[in-house]
């Protein structure tokens, strides 16, 4: 077995016993009745990035709708299942590359084709899970500062257990307080165009980051 090989199947061994003690510690805590303490709190009303006003400007019927704060979606082992292979598919289909590399510009969010920045995977993982009969107002673009301190984006999947995260930077599904990022924004529950704070107010930071070389 190569080097790569081992260690790509012990990062998804990693995340599946993560996963599994979430879903055990959820448990536990709505036993307890601190159940709510498994997902982000929401702190207020955000400034959207930059990148997701122009891609709503260009693609308008990609961000209509409404929806339902606090929408969770019920989650067991077989969509956790296509969670994961939806994040590993698109992980491996794009290649990391950034915006200011491909498009010219520091911030230019898209549907990828085989090559994108963060926001870009994340996209595309969204409307991949919305075709698949997923709760739309419950995937939810997020922006971070990742483990270098550079802006990112990851999808947020608000479930029953908690908030999950789907990373390009990551090949397995996790609970968003094992990925040692810090949360920043995120698109409101209610409509796509509109974001929340998750984190303390601060300056807006940049989603300009690609998948770990």
């Not at 984006?153 to 094992?178: F, I, K, S």
């Amino acid at each position: 077995m190569t080097l790569s090989r081992y260690t790509s199947q012990t990062n998804r061994l990693a995340a599946f016993f993560a996963a599994f003690a979430f879903f055990v510690s959820a448990d536990a805590a709505n036993a307890t009745g601190i159940y709510g303490s498994s997902s982000m709190k929401e702190l207020g009303r955000a400034r959207a990035p930059i990148g997701h006003v122009e891609f709503c400007t260009r693609l308008p019927s990609e961000c209509e709708g409404t929806g339902r704060k606090g929408s969770r979606i019920a989650m067991n082992a077989v969509r956790f299942d296509e969670l994961e292979r939806v994040n590993r598919s698109i992980n491996a289909q794009i290649a990391p590359v950034t915006d200011l590399e491909l498009y010219g510009v520091e911030e230019h969010w898209t549907y990828p084709v085989d090559r994108g920045d963060c926001e870009d995977y994340v996209l595309l993982k969204r409307r991949t899970l919305i075709s698949l009969g997923w709760n739309a107002s419950a995937l939810l673009v997020t922006v971070v500062r990742d483990l270098k301190g550079a802006g990112h984006a990851v999808l947020t999947v608000a479930t029953d257990r908690g908030d999950l995260v789907l990373d390009n930077q990551q090949e397995g599904v996790m609970p968003w307080q094992l990925t040692g990022y810090e949360y920043i924004k995120r698109q409101s529950q209610t409509s796509p165009k509109d974001w929340v704070y998750v984190g303390p107010a601060r300056s807006d930071v940049g989603v300009a980051s690609t998948r770990n070389r």
